[in-house]
Antibody
Framework: EVQLVESGGGLVQPGRSLKLSCAASGFTFTNYYMAWVRQAPKKGLEWVATINTSGSRTYYPDSVKGRFTISRDNAKSSLYLQMNSLKSEDTATYYC?????????????WGQGASVTVSS | DIVMTQSPTSMSISVGDRVTMNCKASQNVGSNVDWYQQKTGQSPKLLIYKASNRYTGVPDRFTGSGSGTDFTFTISNMQAEDLALYYCMQSNSYPLTFGSGTKLEIK
């Protein structure tokens, strides 16, 4: 069974940093692109970052580019999201997601989410 | 960025109804639109990919169609467990972008 389990969420002050982790199991992690998607309270879904299988290429929307860094440790089957210079508008539930192999941008497995609140 | 305009925002429906929602892309995305279901308190779940392909295990009452800029998602025989928010997403190019969602509610 494919499982994605996020951790590391919490309350953080504006301007500070936080690092999320996602532990993957039930599939060969090294074969898949991975992503982070967030959802602000009572709002829709926003794609945040994608990383390729080796970790050599990463992709971000302008809203987080330069502040967030996605990375992975294939030996540990783990995905990370380093979030710096956090703003109140980064408050959201952050989901770890797996891209499919056949259609690289499609996301076919999602974690349960980690809640991040940015507030003083 | 490609904007995905989803309509309607919400729908009041009855069990057994046929439900149709739409998504319009601000530019041509080919067949690269996917549909996700999100039930209250849960993470999103992939239902349809590349406009019309049902994901593994998804019941055949869920269908998708369209290409270019106009896409449709249909539930042919609404069930109580289908009450949820539904999102379209363009998977044609970065940045990946979602529609604002359609909420299905019981009439």
């Amino acid at each position: 069974e494919v499982q994605l389990v996020e951790s590391g969420g919490g309350l953080v002050q504006p301007g500070r940093s936080l690092k999320l982790s996602c532990a993957a199991s039930g599939f060969t992690f090294t074969n898949y692109y991975m992503a982070w998607v967030r959802q602000a309270p009572k709002k829709g879904l926003e794609w945040v970052a994608t990383i390729n299988t080796s970790g050599s290429r990463t992709y971000y929307p302008d809203s987080v580019k330069g502040r967030f860094t996605i990375s992975r440790d294939n030996a540990k089957s783990s995905l990370y999201l380093q979030m710096n210079s956090l703003k109140s508008e980064d408050t959201a539930t952050y989901y770890c997601a797996r891209h499919t192999r056949a259609a690289l941008y499609v996301m076919d497995a999602w974690g349960q989410g980690a809640s991040v609140t940015v507030s003083s | 960025d490609i904007v995905m305009t989803q309509s309607p925002t919400s729908m009041s429906i009855s069990v057994g109804d046929r439900v149709t929602m739409n998504c319009k892309a601000s530019q041509n995305v080919g067949s690269n639109v996917d549909w996700y279901q999100q039930k209250t308190g849960q993470s999103p779940k992939l239902l349809i990919y590349k406009a019309s392909n049902r994901y593994t295990g998804v019941p055949d009452r869920f269908t998708g169609s369209g290409s270019g800029t106009d896409f449709t998602f249909t539930i042919s025989n609404m069930q109580a467990e289908d009450l949820a928010l539904y999102y379209c997403m363009q998977s044609n190019s970065y940045p990946l972008t979602f529609g604002s969602g359609t909420k299905l509610e019981i009439k």
